[in-house]
């Protein structure tokens, strides 16, 4: 993983986590509060500070944490499985071996998440997960991100931040087979190898993503923006929609790409 530029951690601490307030919670706390519930009465941390803490190994299967902050959180191996994350904050939390399927995080934000390790155990698991309106900007190469919706998701360059650095959203090889990217910024995104096939990418913003190698076999690219996205191997068998698809002729390496 790309190390992550220091004044960004200075950055995303805006959003939301407290630097001299404690969390709402202890570790021993949240144990209890999971351990004492069920699936018709789920824990519900809606609203609340968890930055911070080591939530490692543990089951928030079906919680409610409805705009609760869990900024720089260790959340490795644990399950999120049905959770409800909307408006949850997931800026620099640690994220290896986490499984969101099935959670819905909602207008949710996962700047800078931290993922480390290339092997598959690490990559954290978003099947079927509801990303709508997310913001992303982060290293997930390999995610499982199949079934995922992702619709008007902000997975693109912020140009205003330049001067920090230019920040993409890596999903090289990335699993986004049937995932539902329609309406989505995903301009300048590291999307080389990713499955795509049977995505919707209706609309979606691709302006100089990177697709090299990337499977579009069967997606539906209608309005997608492909300006200076670079199409160098990227397969289009079966793509719905290339007609009405924008940006094709200022694609690079469209030549390259296997129609």
Do not use: C
């Amino acid at each position: 993983m790309r190390s992550t530029p220091l004044l960004l951690l200075i950055v995303l601490a805006s959003f939301g986590s407290s630097l001299t307030v404690a969390a709402d919670f202890t570790v021993a706390q949240v144990r209890e509060q999971l351990a004492a519930s069920s699936s018709e009465r789920p824990a519900d941390f809606s609203g609340k500070d968890l930055s911070d803490l080591d939530l490692s190994k543990l089951d928030f299967k079906y919680a409610k944490l409805v705009g609760a902050n869990l900024f720089g959180a260790r959340l490795v191996s644990s399950s999120f499985v049905g959770a409800d994350l909307t408006r949850a904050n997931l800026n620099g939390a640690w994220l290896m071996g986490t499984n969101f399927s099935g959670a819905k995080l909602i207008d949710s934000s996962l700047m800078s998440v931290v993922v480390l390790g290339g092997e598959t155990k690490a990559r954290p698991n978003f099947a079927g997960a509801d990303l709508s309106g997310a913001r992303i900007i982060a290293d997930l190469p390999g995610a499982n991100l199949s079934r995922a919706r992702l619709h008007e998701a902000n997975l693109g360059v912020d140009i205003k931040n330049q001067g920090m650095g230019q920040m993409r959203t890596d999903l090289t090889g990335a699993n986004l087979t049937g995932a539902d990217l329609s309406g989505a910024d995903l301009n300048r995104a590291l999307l080389s190898f990713a499955n795509l096939a049977n995505a919707n990418l209706s609309g979606a913003q691709l302006y100089r993503a990177k697709l090299v190698g990337a499977d579009l076999a069967g997606a539906d690219v209608s309005n997608a923006d492909f300006t200076e996205a670079d199409l160098d191997g990227a397969l289009f068998n079966g793509t719905k929609g290339l007609n009405a698809a924008k940006g094709m002729d200022k694609a690079a390496n469209r030549e390259k790409a296997l129609f």
